[in-house]
């Protein structure tokens, strides 16, 4: 089970701005369509993003949503505050390993993006962490 950090997702009430100031300000661009994640719209969980990197890291802008939990039925929001997100190999070892530690967990499976598998958990200070692993979609 190897960890790497993925992305990091900020929420605000003004996407369009934030994505102007990483562009102009930190001159983030974009990153290669295949690297992007397919935003699962049948739900209409997440909204608009925009996504831009560095190169190697993905920077997630997205609609503040502190209703999400709502509309999803997951206990943690990741679109509260935001989230750090790091991709596994191996997703049901990572979730046995909350397990083990006694960290509490919410499965959001692929209701938010097709193809990952993602679940997202609070660290101690109550930051939301996001641990995904791309799955087979194919049936």
């Known amino acids: 089970m190897k960890l790497k950090l993925h992305h990091i997702n900020l929420c605000s009430t003004n996407v369009p701005a ?19 994640p397919p935003v699962n719209q049948d739900k209409g969980l997440v909204g608009d993003v925009s996504f831009v990197t560095d190169g190697d890291i993905q920077m997630h802008l997205t609609p ?9 039925g997951h206990v943690v929001n990741p679109l509260e505050r935001g989230h750090i997100a790091y991709r596994t190999d191996d997703i049901d070892a990572f979730k046995q390993h909350l397990e083990d530690k006694g960290v509490p967990y919410s499965d959001w ?15 101690p200070d109550g930051n939301v962490i996001e641990v995904h692993q791309i799955i087979d979609t194919q049936d």
Do not use: C, E
Not at 20 to 35: C, E, H, I, K, W
């Open 18 to 36: 934030m994505d102007s100031f990483y562009r102009d300000v930190l001159t983030l661009g974009d990153d290669d369509p295949a690297n992007l």
């Open 64 to 72: 503040r949503d502190v209703l999400n939990s709502f509309q999803s």
């Open 109 to 123: 499976g692929s209701d938010a993006v097709k193809g990952w598998h993602q679940i997202f958990f609070y660290d």
